[in-house]
């Protein structure tokens, strides 16, 4: 079973369109995160969810809503897509938010916006 | 705030040689530093993390890392490269427990000549 997992693997879509990347996590963590990664590799913070509840929040267009259903899932939703969006989006999970092991990451979803 | 320098953008090393890739972070207090791996088209892993003790760390694939508070550095190192070491690096930093949020570097890519 893959611990992070975060579907689609990749999204191709328009600008202008609405479109949602799904993250779920079997670790039993309470903590969820959003990282973009953009064309040069670097990787920033965008959200942060501790059992449902948003604890980061760096500065990110308010185009990009996340959402945490549960503390197993969290969502993010794109309205209004621009060609800057292209990036990798990396879900990642801990155990908490002071817990000092690390992240767990996904695998990442390539959104290319054309 | 913290920040995560990491001086070299792409290193190239034969196979069976030693490696060394730097790493400077900037955070006041005692920081929880971290060496991730990415692979091609995959998500990060987790090679070692420092929180406190001893400051030579040992992690996965025959790597490890140094921990020199008076020169700010958290330097990975591997003795002898092998071919499935090429692959994009990052150090990271964290605040607080180490999970709140973490700051990485812009990565360094490396090559490994057969």
């Known amino acids: 079973d893959t611990a992070v997992s975060q579907t689609p693997k990749y999204l191709v879509t328009q600008m202008g369109n609405d479109k949602s990347i799904k993250c779920e996590q079997n670790l039993g963590h309470d903590t969820m995160y959003w990282y973009k990664q953009d064309s040069k590799k670097f990787l920033k913070i965008m959200f942060s969810?501790?059992?449902?509840?948003?604890?980061i929040n760096e500065t990110v267009p308010n185009r990009f809503s996340p959402k945490s259903p549960d503390k197993a899932h969290l969502n993010l939703h794109i309205n209004s897509l621009e060609l800057g969006d292209s990036a990798v989006y990396f879900c990642a999970s801990a155990i908490s938010p002071t817990e000092s092991y690390g992240y767990t990451f996904g695998s990442g979803t390539r959104l290319t916006v054309v | 705030a913290q920040s995560v320098t990491q001086p070299d953008i792409h290193i190239t090393v034969s196979e069976g040689a030693s490696l060394e890739l730097r790493c400077n972070y900037s955070?006041?207090?005692?920081?929880?530093l971290f060496w991730y791996v990415q692979s091609p088209g995959q998500g990060l892993q987790l090679l070692l993390k420092?929180?406190?003790?001893?400051?030579l760390v040992q992690g996965i694939k025959g790597f490890e890392a140094e921990f020199k508070r008076s020169q700010s550095s958290f330097n990975l190192r591997k003795p002898s490269v092998h071919w499935s070491d090429a692959a994009e690096y990052f150090c990271?930093?964290?605040?607080?427990?180490?999970?709140?949020?973490?700051?990485f570097g812009k990565g360094t890519k490396l090559t490994v000549n057969p």
């Open positions: 420092y929180f406190s003790g001893d400051t």
């Open positions: 969810y501790n059992n449902k509840e948003l604890i």
């Open positions: 955070y006041g207090a005692t920081p929880y």
């Open positions: 990271a930093v964290g605040a607080g427990g180490g999970s709140e949020k973490l700051v």
